[in-house]
């Protein structure tokens, strides 16, 4: 990384090097930028000090795979993840005749390697800190302004940086500290990525929702993809090797990977906020939704796949806010957070001259609340288009967009059409996306049904959307009128632009534009009034905060590169201790026949040839987060030792903050991976090429 | 009622008529019990001074019928109460050549009216204050021993009032301001109960789940039931008499029903404890059965029409939730509950003597709900049966545990089996009661499902009742295998007792008696260490109360009578003013053709004879909580004006608070009824019997 910083940040870069923990900091926490490594624990504790070598070869090895993580594994392209972070390349690859999802899939060479469409593979490449850029950009202006202001420079940075090269680099400004940082990122984009190995969905999770955020656990969470570029396999010499004893007693372990999001520094009132909207709001959607899929998952095939498809995503979602929110019902957090509060205040309250310069953020942040209060459920509904849940609708919305922002110049446009996000859109927008009408068209229905009941049958969408029509009766014309569920239709309008836009007939087209002004406008006066003064303070939050503790801090979590550290440690659940490590043993132990416990017919053949002592999932105290999934986990020496799947439920708290005694990360051990690819699943040639 | 009070009550019983009002409450707060009127504020406020005959009018005229709330409209048992209070015994009528809940429904005759066979009215007879009672049985005694006690007394109270005529008699002891004050109420029970009208569903509840708690309003909420004995209609000579005028700006007017719950005596402690299980427990349940009941609803006859019948129940549970939710978000709630507990805790304080005899009951309810916490979810899943949603599964509960209940002395039976309550037990095993088998398979299966994700895979009872076998697969053993569907099967076991009950190999009564031991231990716990001490700390605090404000003070709602006093009221929403009235021409500009805003087809034919200008629905102030549907609204004549069937979404915060500015009651105008009765449904002779 380019290790020039803006001015007012360089005044802490030492000052920080050697500054005590910060208070509710446990042992093992923190997602550290890998500029910014808690050096000074790290050699204290442990006796480690990563050199320039380390970093550069876990940089170059520690990949994003769509929203997940994953990593480098051999020198000819192959990348290892989960399972569960390629279900929908599974669900769109499976067949009848090849049901890659259920009965998994292993290629015997490189000509039976599946193209998973929709899957992207990002690099990091290099990094500069931007903040000065935006900064000089943005002096002086508030809301509305400030936000254009911001949109621009960010776009025009990536599509400098991008130098019209989108089909193999992607360029993104990184926001940390809320707003204290902005980082340009530079990747490789991989956007031929084929599957190369999976096991059955049944043994990948083995235990489904019930054990989901659960340990003991027993799950082979891994896909091996493989990178290709110009018709072949690409050549990665930098990449992980094996370490097959996996993780030991005691030993420093280190998680590269992309956490998603946390919520650690927010304030009191947007905590509350947050609270409020998780249990008004996304909670029973989610609710609903998982009933609903339910009894769709009762429906014939194809109906039933889609249905299962969608299940898993909601469920995982409902167990991740549900464990939000059950710590946000814990008065330990709010204790800690008022306190936090109350001490950074005190500290700014002190200083005269920082005083000058922050302000009180806190103020600005709890009327913005207000705003957040009035305007989140709508600006859900409406500009972000949960109420209109069809994979169509998203399309037409594009589709109508496009020509209007692609007239504007780059940093003018919404920020989703700037130059360097044009190629990622066009490339989806075209992409053929199977799916099933008949499940579209019941979850439209649901999603209308759901817009008239939060919004009320009097709200002006609600009427203009629904006019005389039932939700059923709408969301059944829509979706049998339109043919947007076609790539071919959908490439048609986005290449013919304004004149074939204008010229359609198709019912979601005619649905956004009947909307576009009232969506357009929730946005523009959220963005505005709601997120770019949360935005704002933040910024004068992170002032404070550099100026106390300099950059003894690790970031919120933004999706991008990120190195936690930790050990193996079992945890006490109540009267129970929780060991380290499950074996087969215990799978066979839990395996009851009927699904989601139920072992695939290769375990209970060809997988009787495993002992029953081999290690199969394991847990440690690493700090992580929905992203992290797919990570290495690697030891001092930069060999893998496990692959992260899942935190233990105690870890959904950890988008607030850090309990060293509770939060665990749940790999997969190498050791399974391996033996299990050899005896069962005939891989050897891919174990070799694993242990090479 | 008998006067006669228990001597620590009684000492505050006059002291209290010239009392100021509370804090906090508005000028038309409060639901009164009949003999603790707010007089004085009647008569200041209103120039009313209700004498002994007027009380004894309208105790005569004021039912309960079933859940809900009705009224003796004329002298040959006629009783009005609510179309949405009987639909489970329309669903019960409905065939396919007498749609009743579709079509509406009108006996031509008393041959015609046909028998509700699950619905019950209770008209009240007498009532005895019976505190000394409790207390001198209760003296001394906490936890489980004073929870038996209690319960043993309570049954004698009843027993002895009963006499043995269970057939026409009900006695019951009604707990008031939590245990500060028990009273023994003996109601004549009225158990042949006939339909005589109801119209077509769409109009009772047009606009359906949308526009409930809405208003601006158009419902036809209303049904006409006749009380039978002895095979023909009952004579009632006290009855309320139709003002077809309605009501009148500025007039006092009554509400006398049965308000079902309300919790404005909670502390803080359990009021957010309260929020925490609505949040993460019945509105993610609601929401998911709504989400399951919207797919069921699209399969075929009958199955869906159980599944809309379910809809309409979980639809209005979760509006009610979700309201008492944003209640309890709302900073305004805390301040005031606060507030009002600081005064009370500072009043104790005061006063020495009094302090010894209150103690510390804010504290003791604060570790009950640690407890509660703990063990509330497993409670109601095992304990109260959610886990098992199936009314075979009921019913083998009850007849498990009945030869084993009955076998005990009164006093020492769950309470649900003592004597008083026996033969309304044994009516209900024994009723024909229709059910889908395939709903209650579908519903069960659900219910496993979320038991086994609330509880985990390895709590011991998911174990017991799953075994290897998934929810889809044991909920169809248990449906299908099971004969408990069958009244003669469910009366051959009731009858037959242990030696029957032993003998069965019902999957239904297998499960019951394998959970048997958990469930008990669950319920016994929970009641000796959360209820009780509940219970026990709530009478100190009612001694406190009684001791600062003497008896100006209503008890919380208990689903016995009540009156509520309130005038013609509309109120600002935002920035619009909302009306009091609405009339027919709002429901023909509101009719689209598409369900729940269709009309149906007698109000687009017959009905266009109605003037435009005929009101509808109305709103006044009167403080009401659910229960009191179906109550009748008089004036101070004693005539009905109006039949009550929902409050506005603001009254849902009323089971916390009642804001006068705010919450209104909805009811039905006279004349849309008399009108309706006439000119669209040819009920001439029941519009004479209304106004005769």
Not at 40 to 52: I, R, S, T
Not at 59 to 67: E, F, L, S, T, Y
Request: proline share 5%.
């Amino acid at each position: 990384m380019n290790q020039a910083r803006s001015a007012w940040l360089a005044a802490w870069a030492f000052a920080a090097m050697n500054a005590v923990w910060l208070s509710g900091a446990g042992a093992a926490e923190g997602m550290w930028t890998l500029d910014n490594l808690p050096r000074a624990a790290l050699k204290d504790q442990h006796g480690f000090e990563p050199d320039a070598a380390w970093l550069s070869h876990v940089r170059g090895a520690a990949v994003r795979v769509g929203g997940c993580s994953g990593s480098l594994v051999s020198a000819q392209g192959l990348v290892m993840t989960n399972h569960h972070c390629v279900t929908r390349c599974l669900a769109e690859l499976s067949t009848p005749q090849r049901p890659v999802k259920a009965a998994g899939y292993l290629a015997r060479g490189p000509q039976e390697e599946l193209a998973c469409a929709g899957l992207e593979v990002l690099q990091l490449q290099s990094e500069r800190d931007v903040t000065a850029d935006v900064q000089t950009a943005t002096q002086g202006l508030q809301g509305e302004a400030f936000q254009k202001a911001e949109d621009a420079v960010r776009a025009r940075l990536a599509r400098e940086c991008q130098q019209g090269q989108a089909a193999t680099r992607r360029c993104e400004v990184t926001v940390l500290y809320r707003g204290g940082q902005y980082v340009l990122k530079q990747y490789e984009r991989y956007s031929d990525v084929r599957l190369v190995w999976v096991p059955e969905d049944a043994v990948a999770s083995f235990g489904g929702d019930p054990d989901n955020f659960n340990f003991p656990r027993w799950c082979l969470d891994v896909a091996m993809l493989r990178l290709w570029r110009d018709g072949k396999p690409v050549n990665t010499p930098v990449h992980l090797r094996v370490e097959p004893a996996g993780p030991q007693a005691g030993e420093l372990l280190f998680i590269p990977g992309h956490p998603g999001q946390t919520q650690r520094s927010l304030t009191v009132a947007q905590l509350e906020r947050l609270r409020v909207r998780l249990a008004s709001q996304d909670i029973p959607a989610l609710s609903e939704s998982r009933g609903l899929l339910h009894q769709l998952a009762q429906r014939g095939e194809p109906t039933r796949t889609w249905a299962l498809q969608s299940m898993s995503g909601t469920e995982n979602g409902l167990k991740v806010s549900q464990g939000q929110l059950q710590a946000l019902f814990s008065p330990a957090l709010w204790d800690l957070k008022r306190r936090e509060e109350q001490a950074l205040k005190a500290h700014v309250a002190a200083k005269p001259e920082l005083r000058a310069r922050v302000g009180d953020p806190w103020a600005d942040i709890e009327r913005a609340q207000a705003l957040r209060a009035e305007l989140e459920t709508e600006y859900n509904l409406i500009a972000e288009g949960r109420a209109f849940s069809a994979p169509q609708f998203q399309s037409a919305r594009i589709l109508v967009r496009g020509p209007v922002e692609r007239a504007k110049p780059d940093g003018q446009r919404l920020r989703e059409f700037s130059e360097s996000s044009l190629s990622v859109m066009e490339r989806r927008i075209k992409a053929a996306s199977p799916m099933d009408l008949t499940f579209e068209r019941e979850r439209l229905e649901w999603s209308l049904t759901r817009m008239r009941s939060v919004l009320g049958p009097d709200h002006p969408v609600v009427k203009t959307v629904l006019g005389t029509k039932s939700p059923s009766q709408r969301a059944g014309e829509l979706i049998t009128e339109s043919k947007l569920h076609d790539a071919t239709e959908r490439a048609r309008l986005w290449d013919g632009g304004a004149a074939a836009v204008d010229a359609s007939a198709d019912p979601f087209i005619a649905l956004v534009r009947t909307t576009e002004a009232h969506a357009r406008g929730l946005r523009e006066r959220f963005e505005a009034q709601v997120l770019a003064v949360e935005r704002q303070a933040a910024q004068r939050l992170a002032l404070a905060q550099f100026d106390r503790d300099g950059l003894n801090r690790y970031p919120d979590a933004t999706g991008t590169l990120r190195l936690s550290f930790g050990t193996l440690k079992g945890w006490q659940e109540g009267q129970a201790a929780v060991g380290t490590h499950t074996t087969v043993a215990g799978l066979r132990a839990r395996h009851t026949g009927a699904a989601p416990f139920a072992m695939p017919n290769s375990w209970t053949t060809a997988g009787l040839a495993l002992p029953h002592e081999l290690p199969f999932n394991f847990v440690t105290d690493h700090d992580i987060i929905g992203g992290n999934s797919g990570s290495p986990m690697i030891n001092r020496q930069g060999r893998w030792v496990g692959l992260v799947f899942d935190g233990n439920r105690h870890s959904l708290g950890g988008s607030f903050f850090y309990d060293g005694a509770l939060n665990r990360a749940v790999s997969v051990h190498p050791a399974v991976i391996l033996q299990a690819l050899q005896r069962v699943y005939g891989g050897q040639g891919l174990a070799q090429e694993l242990m090479r």
